[in-house]
């Protein structure tokens, strides 16, 4: 078989198993698959969650089986594994310059100074990390891809397809960015071919850069050669292999080693240096533009206090977060614990957790609810974000009785909105689907006069703050359902000692007095 | 008529042969006529109130089989093991082959309500459920469907509760509430006139048996048989909290179920529906059985959650509205240890 269609059986491959992990992070489906691959093999992951973290998480080992092949063979990620290049590849292969004639075919992949923007773009963001901000999760094509799948693409097939991803269809808020940035990276392939992997993808500087020291390259005989440019036909980095190869644009297609037609093109161990550009071009002056820009990023961000007095009441963060400040060092905002989210309620922030944290993980109790007996979006975190913790931890029984169950916030009455307080109606909903046992909503029975002077008997509703664990299902069942009358807020959340609500945390004492008190 | 146009074209210059005149203003005549038509069809000419159209929907049918003068209409079991006290009530009321026939496509509605571990008895038990499936298989049933639309999340509801690995073992249909599975239903309730129904498992099936687990309710003091039937609606059922007792009467009426078994083996007496802790659950080792869920709810609020009837609203609106009997002893009853 020639190399070109081998290369093209495992860019099928990779894309299909992409897709499948993509589909399977569903709870039906799950059965231990390991979904968060692409996202662990992706070395920039890896290295900016060590940069802000000084640790690499669990699976995020697996980027050492990328960045060796590349140090080897250079930027094959990018044309033969990476499931958002290949969809890139594809888009251009089906919309961009494939009838086009010849010469134009070659003139649009000749290499162009904008293609170096993508390393002022990794420079900003390895800055940010340095800064404790990790912002790779933009443009990430890993990231990118899982977040546009689980976001924009999924639900919109299940629009069209009802019940083909979903038992009830999902909502995610700002879907429709996420969306449109999908389809436009995808349509500036009619202009630019693969504009995506050779203006923006932070990844591929990254390979870039590493590709640098790669041993295996293309190379030109320059004595066969006829400087027909024909190897610049098909030539998917504009790496100039018709003349001094670019090393850190190359992505190793091989389509010029096959549309040579002079037999001048190899794929070679050690060829002659002065036969290459060994490094990106990138002058010193943006590259500190880019710096300068990371270390905006981050200041610009930080400085509005998101992250720390000024937070929102509506960063309320999933089950087995780690405190903000290190969550914004964690999280990748690949958005696969959204993906896994049985319910719908975790949805990508838009600026409730500032401008750091778009696209990062909070919870909208309008659209579902934290269900007790579920971990999964910690179960799939590659990051660890969101800790991988058990049901037991969670809950805060078994061993884990004496810390108490998790919070994610604390449930508040709006009594002016609420039936039983304000309307003269019976209602308690609330109570009936609080999941903590002892329940902690409780509602007093009162009698009153109506307003036409007849009594009725009704249960009020409070809220114990001692055992709400911020949950939400109160609020998402709430049949006031624009505002609901009863609302969760972040405060009282156990992963952050400054937002704690109750003095000694309340949990396993406020139990052990009702249990004293045999409710 | 190319070469016709064309010779049109050289003989007249700036004219057309008559073919081509009647064709292209033919064609502009038609899209006239036809946008004309068009718009007129769909034109509304009055205006409306939205919301306030006539309401239709489905009549459920009564999956009730006939009354027997001579076999038990209600039956109570103890036990301990879950599948021969189903065996032993199912028995005392004269067998699964009373109810269902050769060929019965039959639901089972079991209550799934809660994303709890069956120990919980938050949700029917997976071996009540396995046990009621098995007797109505070996009755000859063509297919068995296994439908609810929980509080919590579907799939994490038959997941954890056990019940998805029941309808697989079992080779069950198991339905989950998607979309398009409701249509409205139609009644005349109390309150219930017009609501969404989750119509899809009903649509072929010729039996139904509700198999719900005894619990305490924080509103309505006990979920039991007639409550279990909450879960086949849909839509914004969070009101239904505001006419609770009416409510859950009205489902006696919406139902006309083939039998109704209420899972007594573990129950959960306080901090319903949702329970949580094992030491909400006191094991009764009962199952109770019967085709009027009246008679079977008054004997699993009376006997099971040991409480007293006169407070339980819902029974009391059920009964006066003859939708079925709480003085169980009146019936015909048969009690047996299994």
Redesign the interface.
């Known amino acids: 078989m020639k190399i070109r269609n081998t290369r093209r059986v495992a860019q099928v491959f990779f894309f299909a198993l992409f897709l499948f992990f993509v589909v399977v992070t ?3 489906y799950l059965k231990g698959y390991p979904v968060s691959l692409f996202l662990e093999l992706d070395p920039l992951v890896a290295t900016a969650t060590a940069i802000t973290t000084h640790t690499v998480y669990m699976g995020l080992i697996t980027a050492v089986l990328l960045i060796i092949p590349t140090l080897l063979f250079g930027r094959i990620f990018c044309n033969w594994i990476c499931p958002y290049g290949i969809l890139h590849h594809f888009i251009g292969w089906l919309m961009g310059k494939r009838r086009a004639e010849e010469r134009e075919r070659i003139e649009s992949n000749r290499y162009r100074k904008l293609y170096s923007l993508k390393y002022v773009i990794l420079i900003a963001m390895v800055v940010a990390a340095i800064c404790g901000s990790l912002q790779i999760g933009w443009l990430d094509p890993i990231c990118l891809f899982h977040r546009s799948m689980t976001v924009a693409i999924l639900p919109m097939i299940n629009l069209i397809f ?2 083909s991803i979903y ?3 999902y909502f995610h808020a700002g879907a429709w960015v996420i969306g449109f940035l999908l389809f436009f990276l995808v349509g500036m392939n009619v202009l630019i071919p693969r504009f995506f992997c050779r203006v923006l993808c932070p990844l591929g500087a990254f390979l870039g850069t590493l590709s640098t020291f790669a041993l295996w390259r293309i190379d030109r005989d320059p004595n066969k050669c006829v400087d027909c440019d024909l190897c610049l036909k098909n030539c998917e980095g504009a790496a100039d292999p018709q003349t001094q190869l670019r090393k850190s644009e190359c992505f190793v297609c091989f389509n010029c080693v096959e549309d040579c037609p002079e037999d001048a093109i190899s794929f070679k161990f050690l060829p002659q240096m002065r036969r290459e550009i060994s490094a990106p071009m990138i002058p010193a002056r943006r590259a500190l533009l880019g710096s300068l820009i990371g270390v905006g990023f981050f200041a610009f961000g930080r400085s509005t206090g998101a992250a720390d007095r000024n937070y929102n009441k509506k960063a309320i963060r999933p089950p087995g977060s780690v405190e903000e400040k290190d969550f914004l060092d964690r999280c990748i905002k690949c958005d696969q614990c959204i993906r896994a989210c ?2 719908n309620v975790l949805q990508p922030a838009l600026l409730e957790t500032g401008l750091e944290g778009i696209w990062t993980p909070i919870l909208n109790m309008k659209l ?2 934290c ?4 971990t999964l979006c910690g179960q799939v975190c590659p990051t660890g974000a969101i800790q991988r913790i058990t049901i037991e931890e969670k809950t805060g029984t078994g061993k884990f009785a004496d810390q108490g169950p998790i919070k994610l916030g604390t449930a508040f009455y709006d009594y002016g909105r609420c ?1 039983p307080w304000a309307m003269e ?5 609330c ?9 902690a909503i409780y ?1 007093r029975e009162v009698t009153i006069t109506k307003r036409d002077g007849t009594p009725i008997t009704l ?1 009020r509703p409070y809220v114990d703050p001692a055992l709400c664990i911020g949950c939400g ?1 109160c609020e998402h ?3 006031v ?1 624009d505002e609901a009358a009863i609302r969760v807020t972040a405060v009282g959340e156990t992963r952050s000692p400054d937002r704690r609500l109750l003095m000694d945390g309340g949990v396993t004492s406020a139990v052990r007095d009702l249990e004293k008190r045999q409710r | 008529m190319k070469t016709n146009s064309n010779d049109g074209d050289q003989t007249r210059p700036g004219g057309i042969s008559r073919r081509e005149f009647l064709i292209r203003a033919g064609a502009t005549t038609a899209l006239i006529a036809g946008a004309s038509a068009a718009a007129y069809k769909l034109w509304q000419p009055k205006h409306f109130v939205p919301g306030f159209g006539v309401q239709t929907g489905l009549q459920l049918p009564s999956y009730a089989t006939a009354v027997s003068k001579v076999l038990p209409s209600l039956a109570i079991a103890h036990g301990s093991d879950h599948e021969k006290v189903i065996r032993a009530v199912i028995g005392a009321l004269g067998g699964m082959g009373r109810f269902i026939q050769h060929g019965d496509v039959v639901v089972l509605k079991p209550n799934v309500a809660f994303d709890r571990p069956p120990a919980l008895a938050a949700t029917t038990h997976p071996e009540t459920l396995a046990a009621v499936a098995k007797l109505v298989l070996e009755a000859g049933a063509s297919k068995v469907y296994v439908a609810d639309n929980p509080i919590n999340s579907p799939t994490g509801c038959f997941l954890k509760s056990g019940l998805r690995q029941v309808a697989i073992d079992l080779n069950l249909d198991l339905m989950y509430p998607e979309a398009s599975s409701f249509s409205p239903l139609q009644m005349d309730g109390e309150i219930l006139k017009h609501w969404t129904f989750f119509h899809e498992p009903f649509k072929k099936a010729t039996k139904v048996i509700g198999v719900a687990p005894c619990k305490d309710h924080n509103l309505c003091h006990a979920s039991m048989t007639m409550k279990n039937w909450y879960g086949l609606l849909g839509g914004r059922r969070n009101q239904f909290h505001q006419h609770i007792h009416s409510i859950v009467s009205d489902f006696a009426l919406m139902m006309k179920p083939t039998l109704v078994v209420l899972d007594g083996m573990n129950v959960l007496m306080k901090n319903g529906p949702t329970g949580g802790r094992l030491s909400d659950v006191k094991p009764m080792g009962t199952v109770v059985a019967g085709t009027d869920m009246v008679a079977v709810d008054s004997y699993g609020y009376t006997h099971l959650m040991e409480r007293d009837l006169d407070e339980l609203t819902y029974i009391q609106k059920a009964h006066d509205r003859g939708l079925g009997n709480k003085n169980w002893k009146d019936s015909l009853y048969k009690e047996v240890q299994a």
């Not at chain 1, 269900?371 to 579920?374: D, F, K, Q, S």
């Not at chain 1, 109570?431 to 329940?439: A, G, M, R, T």
């Open positions: 569903d709870l039906r009802p019940s038992v009830k269809q049985p319910t579902g609810a269900e007790l007996n579920c039936l109606t019976p209602c308690v909903v109570e009936e689907v609080c999941p903590v046992s002892p329940k509602s249960r299902i069942e709430c049949p359902t």
